[in-house]
């Protein structure tokens, strides 16, 4: 079964507000972590990625945190637009896993509500 | 959609029928993978190959077959077997198994 989750199926949050979904994995020797973004009718895109030997990164309005002590991974995404609605994917590798695929959470609904 | 391409993006089946989605890669890639979501659910992985001539199943495979004759194509066949196709098909690629996938714009295939 997946060892990733996710804490919050749904999450409405005030347009210009900053924005948090999380992500728990179980695996503490995983190494590797990715977001997607995935808008209705479409396939995921990539938002953001993280390795093990990193607790954050920035990119453009997005952070990912990943805190290895409690297994939990974050996706924050500051100064929320309407056009951020989507469904988040988080996905980490596996250790040891032979060249298997990324595993994938089910996801988090974001709603902007302007 | 990052260089790669599904066709088509709407699909109809009919009961028995057999029917072909195409992807296709121009981004260099080793591996390909097809996964199925439905509404308002995850992805699960139907197949995946690392490299041509070389592909394994995933956690749903029964249903569906694929081939790997091209680096650049990877088509998934919804066989008369699959008895609960409908559903929005996805195809990724990547670097390698280990790394970030890129998808493609899905085929959203429906029964008659």
């Known amino acids: 079964g997946e060892s990733v989750g996710l804490h919050l199926p749904t999450l409405s949050v005030q347009e210009g507000d900053n924005s948090i979904i999380n992500c728990a994995y179980s695996n503490s020797a995983s190494d590797y972590f990715i977001w997607y973004k995935q808008e209705s009718g479409k396939g995921p895109q990539f938002i953001i990625d993280i390795r093990s030997n990193m607790d954050k990164r920035q990119g453009q309005r997005v952070t990912v945190l990943l805190n290895k002590t409690v297994k939990h991974l974050s996706l924050q995404i500051a100064a929320t637009q309407p056009g951020d609605s989507a469904v988040y994917f988080c996905a980490e590798n596996p250790p040891n896993s032979g060249n298997t695929p990324l595993v994938f959470g089910k996801g988090t609904r974001l709603s902007v509500i302007a | 959609d990052g260089g790669i391409t599904q066709s088509p993006k709407y699909l109809f089946r009919k009961e028995g029928q057999n029917v072909t989605l195409s992807c296709e890669q121009n981004l260099n890639h080793d591996a390909m993978y097809w996964y199925r979501q439905d509404p308002g659910q995850g992805l699960r992985l139907i197949y995946y190959s690392q490299i041509v001539n070389d592909f394994q199943k995933g956690d749903i495979a029964e249903g569906y077959s694929v081939s790997r004759e091209k680096k650049e194509s990877f088509p998934l066949t919804v066989t008369s077997a699959q008895k609960n196709p409908t559903a929005f098909y996805l195809c990724?690629?990547?670097?390698?198994?280990?790394?970030?996938?890129?998808f493609g714009s899905g085929t959203q295939l429906s029964v008659l």
């Open positions: 990724a690629s990547s670097i390698s198994a280990t790394e970030k996938l890129f």
